[in-house]
C-alpha cells in the first residue's frame, strides 16, 4: 500500500459508474505507468493510487498530476467540465492523500518492530504467568502462523477480490487485533491445561491435553462463531472503505481459533514431551 510504499491516493468522484480497468488504462497514458484504481464505496467513486512524481518535492507538483489527471479522465468527466473546477472544487477529487518515501520507510519499520515487539512481550506474558517456556513458546507459534496465513491470503487474492487488500496502516491494525484475539483464546485453553494436569497427575499425558481440549471446545467454538458473525456483518454492510480490514479480520477468527487448538498446544506438549524424554535419557546416563 501507499502507506508503505510511498505515493500518492486521490478519491475521484463521477457522474455515472465507471470500470475501473478503463480508468487505469486512461491514465496509464498520461502518468506514463498504471496507477492502481479501485472502486471506493459507490461505483461511481474510485480510489487512484500512483507513483508519480513522487520524488519531486516542488509546490507545484500536485497541481502537475491533477492536470494530468484531469487529461487522463476526459472522457469520463461532463462536457463543461473544466481544468480549474477539477483542481479546487470537490465536485470530482474528493480527497487527496501523499505520502514520501521517507515517511513509508519509516511507517514500515516502525510496523515490523510493533508486530515483533508484541509477539516478545506476549511470550513473556505467557511465561510469566504459566511458569513454563513450552506454553509462550506454542503462543508465539500459532500467532505467527495467524500472522503469517492473513499476509499469506493477502498476498494471493490481491487484485482478484472486488476491494481493496493493500498492505496499509489499517492492515497493520487488523494483524495486532487478530493476535489479541488469538491469544486471549489460547489462554483460555492454556488454562485448562495447566488445570487438569494439576488435578490429573497420574494420567497420561496425552489423555489430559485430549481431555482439556475437548472440555474447551464448545466454549472456544461459541465465541468464534458470536464475532465472526458480527464482523461478517460489519465485511457485508460496512462498506468498501474497510472491508479490506474486516476481511482480514475474518481470516484471523477462523485461523486463530484452529491454531489454538491445532498449532499451540501440539507445540506444548511435544515441547514437554521432548524435555522428558530428555530428562529421562540424560538419567540413564548417570548411572
Known sequence: ???????????VSFKEEVQTMDVARDLESAFGEAPTVITYGEKSTVRITTKYMIEDDRPEVDSII??????????YLDEDANLDDFLN??????SSHKVGPTIASDIKRAAVIVVFASLL???????GRFRNWQFGLGAV????????????????????????????????????TVVGYSINDTVVVFDRIREYLGLQKRRERK??????LNSTLSRTFSTSLSTFFVILAIFLFGGDVIRGFTFALLIGIVVGTYSSLFIATPVVFDTMKKEKTAGVQKGTSGK
Open 1 to 11: 500500500g501507499v502507506d508503505f510504499s510511498g505515493g500518492r491516493n486521490y478519491v
Open 66 to 75: 491533477k492536470t494530468q489527471m484531469f487529461n487522463g479522465l476526459q472522457s
Open 89 to 94: 472544487s470537490q465536485d470530482y477529487i474528493i
Open 121 to 127: 512481550v506476549i511470550f513473556l506474558y505467557i511465561l
Open 141 to 176: 507459534a500459532a500467532l505467527l502462523h495467524d500472522v503469517l496465513i492473513i499476509i499469506g491470503l493477502f498476498s494471493l487474492l490481491h487484485g482478484l477480490m472486488p476491494f481493496s487488500l493493500e498492505l496499509d496502516q489499517s492492515f497493520i491494525a487488523a494483524i495486532l
Open 207 to 212: 489423555e489430559v491435553f485430549n481431555t482439556a
